[in-house]
């Protein structure tokens, strides 16, 4: 199974700050077809997971130009340059190169 | 607009057999995927496996492989996760998922259910 390793595991943010979140792969999420199969997702409280980001860096529909994701291989990054409120909650990324999908353990963002 | 919809939240006593569902609408039901990811309280996302409603073609974690079945009815456009004797460790949030793909690219759970809570307890 592909270990997804995500750090921190919290982080407070002052609105209007950047936020960063790291995730660790124990294999690489390079396909053999070029693509990268590495996703976001955001957990907002109380609410189902909410898709931001797919195969590394490609915004999903609606999700605000904000947040970016970058990375290659087995290290990759979920920027928020701007934090606002509704952006807390847990995030999550999940690898899907292996057939049985695997989730990092989550960050949790709080608003300071 | 694309939706799934799940079932209500569920209470049951251990031993006993659940079925929850998860109706799509607004897209083709049979061109993607259904995934189900738990959630046990307090905890991250646990991927638990998948079907194609086209063909049923059905996919397990080993993690969930003989613990749950899943099973879809594309005429009602309608996926199920089932359990013939659960246990109190079952207690969890259910959120069922779209996939566009498994093999190929488009891998991303796009659209979410908005998740049942199954309670099991004496």
């Known amino acids: 199974d592909i270990v997804m390793t995500q750090t921190p595991l919290s982080l407070s943010v002052t609105p209007g700050q950047p936020a960063s979140i790291s995730c660790k792969s124990s294999q690489s999420l390079l396909h053999s077809d070029g693509k990268t199969y590495l996703y976001w997702y955001l957990q907002k409280p109380g609410q189902s997971p909410q898709l931001l980001i797919y195969?590394?860096?490609n915004r999903f529909s609606g999700v605000p130009d904000r947040f970016s994701g970058s990375g290659s291989g087995t290290d990759f990054t979920l920027k928020i340059s701007r934090v606002e409120a509704e952006d807390v909650g847990v995030y999550y990324c999940?690898?899907?190169?292996?057939?049985?999908?695997?989730f990092g353990q989550g960050t949790k963002v709080e608003i300071k | 607009e694309v939706q799934l919809v799940q079932s209500g939240a569920e209470v049951k006593k251990p031993g006993e057999s659940l079925k929850i569902s998860c109706k799509g609408s607004g897209y083709s039901f049979t061109s993607y995927w259904i995934g189900w990811v738990r959630q046990m309280p307090g905890k991250g996302l646990e991927w638990m496996g998948i079907?194609?409603?086209?063909?049923?073609?059905?996919r397990y974690s080993p993690s969930f492989q003989g613990q749950v079945t899943i099973s879809a009815d594309k005429s009602i456009s309608t996926a199920y996760l089932q359990w013939s004797s659960l246990k109190a460790s079952d207690t969890a949030m259910y959120y069922c998922?779209?996939?566009?793909?498994?093999?190929?690219?488009?891998?991303?759970?796009?659209?979410w259910g908005q998740g049942t809570l199954v309670t099991v307890s004496s």
């Open positions: 195969e590394v860096s």
């Open positions: 998922a779209r996939s566009a793909s498994f093999f190929g690219s488009l891998r991303q759970l796009d659209y």
């Open positions: 079907i194609y409603p086209g063909d049923s073609d059905t």
């Open positions: 999940m690898q899907s190169i292996q057939l049985l999908r695997t």
